[in-house]
């Protein structure tokens, strides 16, 4: 599996970036599509994950109300809508993916065995 993040820019604090992650190779009915990121000095965290089957979603605290994980089937593109930006979402954001991921482990980063290269989002003040 390959993963292709795009998107990420420099944004005022309030504004929105969508970000979009391709997916190429072989993928399942089972798979499961998870966006994380990594401040400087941060440990990466999760943001949000999307199974493929059924689209049950899943988010952290932080992206609660304002971040929506989404998928356009036919392209095999995994989306991260953020709204309200602030500048403690300043991070690089990765996407990432794994053909079977239970309910307990769907927000560790261990969990996941593809991920992308990185996008840079930059939310200023």
């Known amino acids: 599996v390959q993963l292709q993040a795009s998107g990420g820019g420099l944004v005022q604090a309030g504004g929105s970036l969508r970000l979009s992650c391709a997916v190429s190779?072989?993928?399942?009915?089972?798979?499961?599509t998870g966006w994380f990121r990594q401040a400087p000095g941060e440990e990466r965290e999760f943001v949000a994950a999307l199974r493929w089957s059924g689209g049950n979603t899943y988010y952290a605290d932080s992206a609660k109300g304002r971040f929506t994980i989404s998928r356009d089937s036919a392209e095999n593109t995994v989306f991260l809508q953020m709204n309200t930006l602030r500048p403690d979402d300043t991070a690089v954001y990765y996407c990432?993916?794994?053909?079977?991921?239970?309910?307990?482990?769907?927000?560790?980063?261990?969990?996941?065995?593809?991920w992308g290269q990185g996008t840079l989002v930059t939310v200023s003040s």
């Open positions: 990432a993916a794994d053909n079977a991921i239970g309910l307990a482990t769907i927000k560790l980063r261990s969990a996941y065995k593809y």
């Open positions: 190779g072989r993928t399942y009915s089972s798979t499961v």
